[in-house]
């Protein structure tokens, strides 16, 4: 088994490459100017063979047998066998660093005898569910993950509980509001002329769709874990308490905060929750902690 590359992420790389390569094209089409091109092209190219550079070797290709872990980042293979693992946390949190600038992300990491590690990115890896299932099965006795212990009195004690906030004070639902009454005060004022009308309209729309990623509320019903949202009623997932391996309460980049759920089956689910605020997120830890539920909040 091979690690896959999520096309997301492959076409934001490829997304980059092309913004920056535009000044290089400026710098050769502009033959008056192609004495800029040390000062700038050069440096954009030395931008750019570092993007693709430290994007691959910290998320390089991994290549799992039935002997081993082969790590493979450009010309450079290396190889370890099972029984070389020292230590497993199949959901972790660790730091991915561009320069000196760096963003916690969900992750699955093996250590190794001689101090070595693999960083599986969960951002990253498209396929990352199967191979923590295939981790779990050639070194399980190397796992380091808390697993839950649930209590049954205390879960019965909470009964039905609903943890959320009011999505129309939310941030989201602001947003959405402000951009779409300020686009209708521009066609009732005809700044946009018609031809741009339905275009406009259709913005806050996708906007809508968009933020509705980020406006989920969860409900604790008694031996189930519940997901709903604000936006989109019909949306209802259910967890049984114990297909929950461990819950993560993390806050993304520029997103709202959101619960983890990391299931048996090793698949891992990021739920935004804008509405939420802070006596909401600290009542739903105190929950599950004394449910017995793994939690981490780094």
């Known amino acids: 088994m091979k690690t896959r590359y999520k096309p997301l992420q492959i076409a934001l790389l490829i997304f980059a490459v092309l913004i920056f390569s535009i000044p290089i094209y400026k710098s050769f089409s502009d033959y008056e100017t192609v004495w800029k091109f040390p000062t700038l092209g050069i440096g954009v190219m030395i931008f750019l063979l570092f993007l693709y550079v430290w994007f691959f070797w910290n998320a390089p290709l991994i290549i799992f047998t039935g002997d081993g872990i082969i790590r493979s980042r ?43 590690k693999i960083i599986l990115w969960n951002d990253i890896y498209s396929n990352l569910n199967e191979i923590r299932e295939l981790i779990a099965d050639k070194a ?36 959405i509001f402000g951009i779409t009454v300020w686009f209708l005060f521009l066609i009732f004022k005809d700044v946009i002329q018609k031809p741009g009308v339905l275009f406009v309209l259709l913005f806050p729309l996708v906007m809508f769709v968009g933020f509705g990623f980020q406006m989920h509320y969860f409900i604790l019903d008694n031996d189930c874990l519940i997901i709903k949202n604000h936006y989109f009623p019909w949306k209802n997932i259910v967890y049984p308490l114990d297909d929950i391996i461990e819950l993560d309460i993390e806050t993304p980049y520029r997103r709202s905060t959101a619960l983890r759920i990391l299931t048996k089956e090793y698949k891992s689910k990021l739920y935004g929750a804008g509405s939420l605020r802070q006596h909401n997120w600290d009542e739903l830890k105190s929950d599950i902690i004394k449910i017995g539920i793994s939690l981490r909040t780094d």
């Open 74 to 116: 450009f010309f450079i293979k290396k190889r370890y066998d099972w029984h070389e693992v020292s230590e497993v946390l199949l959901s972790n949190k660790e730091v991915f660093l561009i320069l000196i600038f760096g963003q916690p992300y969900e992750a699955t990491s093996i250590k190794f005898d001689n101090g070595d």
């Open 140 to 175: 399980k006795d190397k796992i380091k993950d808390e697993l839950p212990k649930i209590n049954s009195s205390s879960v019965r004690s909470i009964g039905t509980k609903i943890y959320k906030g009011n999505p129309f004070i939310s941030f989201n639902t602001i947003l």
